[in-house]
């Protein structure tokens, strides 16, 4: 029967509903789309979808900014069809994972409405943080955070009063020292467990606890006003009780560069998993690398937690791009506009890294479009959407270009995203020279890569959770045992790296050189 440890090491596929495929046709992705795509997960040979918000939300921060958490947006369909979709995926061995954002909601929620309608002073502005202002006339901000993205972390409402909000004006802070909060998450587990959802990724799970005090920055403060607070892990081992009782597991998105702090949050108590951005953050580079697998391990070993893996979500550039690029390693400041990328040094390093990652020990997670080898889109200004492209006056791209609609066939209108409406972020010019249909029929595709190292890492044991073994390589390269039998080599160095006796099992490009050596950034699963 089915795994109860499935988690420990699954490949994890993450959907962006608004850009996976577009069921019905009117430029917008929907869980139509995802059901008629079924087919092509399961063929990919993933072990679960993550989707990113689907819930009722204005779409001011692309679904986090959730209006009900009890209704599909009709934009995406309808409850009735996530049930569906959640059915059919498990049928074909997929679970579900959906997405909780506890921080914020949206201020079209009920409660928010009922609170700035309420007043100042009523019970219903207690669920947020509502503060008078600073200032003679109350008119400065009750304190000096700024914002994630654009502006002060506070707004001015009619009456005077201020509310806080981390992220846009459009989504407003939850108070977590309400029991009503509390309660009210606790129930919409409960109400997506019993729909089937197998998991929950936890939306910047670091943030939501606040200084009741909401105190200005001090430097050097300990602790932070508002990130890795204490109260986080009773909240926590409180949801853990509930996904207990359903055998669903979490995965939080943990931002703490302290992996000790990190750690804590990995308990058999509380977050199964949390995802790793230190080896996102990682440069191409071998000593970093090998760096950020090892301290990503030395971490989780204690708490006896698999590590997670990720290449890429859609927060953050494409891997193709990232790696393209003279400074590799993630970061807002390469995000500018126009920053030179070579797409084919990129492309190379992204297959290289693929077969990197799905031979670590612990659970991948894959976001949509990169088993296609996506570049990051170059966005026209006046089309970009996303609320962080304001944060620096409009000179940030935003994450936009790493949410462009898929292309699945060639030669259709919009690749074959939708059925002739324009999408609802432009595709840029050569997209379909990615489809699907196109790459699923050539044996040197991304996809053709992605789909074998998938079915290798499901048939070969030893890959998966289990131990690491480094062995020694010349400089620049990486070679580490996994299986009994099973090496994976990485050569980043610049020149090409002799290989131990062996028999090939994988390799990311074509036959190796004429003296069988494995080129400069391409790696090789090999039988030695
Ligand atoms: O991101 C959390 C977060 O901290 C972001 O500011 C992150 O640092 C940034 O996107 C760069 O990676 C989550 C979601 O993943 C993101 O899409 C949302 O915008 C954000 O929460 C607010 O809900």
């Known amino acids: 029967g089915p795994r109860e440890d499935w988690w420990r090491d699954a490949a994890i596929y993450q959907v962006y509903p608004r850009s996976f495929a577009d069921g019905d046709g009117d430029g917008t992705g929907d869980l139509a789309g995802v059901r008629a795509k079924l087919p092509y997960l399961a063929e990919l040979g993933v072990d679960a979808v993550w989707f990113t918000p689907w819930y009722l939300s204005p779409l001011a921060d692309g679904g986090y900014d959730v209006a009900d958490y009890r209704t599909i947006d009709p934009a995406f369909g309808t409850l009735d069809e996530a049930e569906k979709l959640i059915a ?21 929620h009920p409660w928010f409405r009922a609170a ?14 509502f503060r008078p202002g600073r200032g003679e006339h109350g008119e400065l901000p009750p304190n000096d955070w700024p914002s ?16 806080l909000h981390l992220f846009t004006p459009q989504q407003p802070d939850l108070n977590w020292a309400h029991p009503v909060v509390r309660e009210e998450h606790e129930s919409v587990l409960r109400f997506w467990f019993e729909r089937g959802v197998a998991g929950v990724r936890i939306d910047s799970a670091a943030l939501p606890a606040k200084d009741p005090a909401l105190p200005d920055f001090v430097e050097g403060r300990d602790p932070h006003p508002y990130v890795d607070r204490d109260e986080l892990h009773e909240i926590y081992r409180s949801w853990r009780r509930v996904a207990d009782a359903y055998g669903a597991v979490f995965v939080g998105e943990v931002w703490l560069p302290d992996s000790e702090r990190f750690a804590r949050y990995l308990r058999p108590d509380e977050l199964h998993t949390a995802f790793n951005f230190t080896f996102l953050a990682c440069p191409w580079d ?13 971490e989780h070993a204690p708490v006896g937690a698999p590590a997670t893996w990720v290449l890429c979500n859609h927060d953050v550039t494409r891997t193709v791009t990232r790696y393209g690029r003279a400074e590799t390693g993630f970061d807002f400041a390469t995000k500018a506009f126009g920053t030179p990328t070579d797409l084919e040094l990129g492309t190379r390093r992204a297959r290289a890294a693929a077969l990197l990652t799905l031979a670590l020990p612990g659970s991948v997670y894959l976001y949509q479009g990169e088993e296609l080898g996506l570049p990051e889109a170059d966005i026209p200004r006046e089309r970009i959407q996303d609320p962080m492209h304001f944060r620096s006056g409009g000179t940030d791209p935003g994450r936009d270009g790493c949410r462009v609609p898929l292309p699945w066939t060639a030669d ?12 609802w972020l432009p595709q840029p010019d050569g997209w379909s020279a990615y489809a699907a249909d196109r790459q699923a029929a050539d044996p040197a595709s991304m996809l053709t890569l992605y ?4 079915r290798l890492r499901r048939s070969e044991p030893g890959l998966g959770d289990g131990p690491l073994e480094w062995l020694p390589a010349p400089d620049g390269v990486l070679a580490l045992r996994r ?7 990485v050569n980043l160095a610049r020149t090409p790296a002799a290989l131990p006796d062996h ?3 994988l390799l990311t490009s074509g036959p190796l050189d004429t003296d069988g050596r494995l080129p400069t950034d391409t790696a090789a699963w090999l039988r030695a």
């Open 88 to 108: 059919e995926a498990r049928a074909l061995g997929i679970r579900t994972i959906v997405d909780i954002v506890p921080n914020h909601v949206s201020d079209q």
């Open 116 to 129: 700035l309608a309420a007043g100042p002073g009523s019970p219903e502005r207690k669920l947020f943080h």
């Open 148 to 163: 994630q993205f654009a502006g002060p972390t506070w707004t001015r409402v009619e009456d005077g009063e201020w509310y």
């Open 286 to 298: 071998p000593d970093r690398l090998r760096t950020a697998i090892d301290d990503t391990l030395a």
């Open 412 to 423: 259709a209108p919009y690749a074959g995203f939708g059925s002739g409406t324009e999408p």
């Open 451 to 454: 789909r074998t190292a998938l």
């Open 483 to 489: 299986a009994p039998g099973l090496v994976c080599v």
């Open 503 to 505: 028999e090939t099992v």
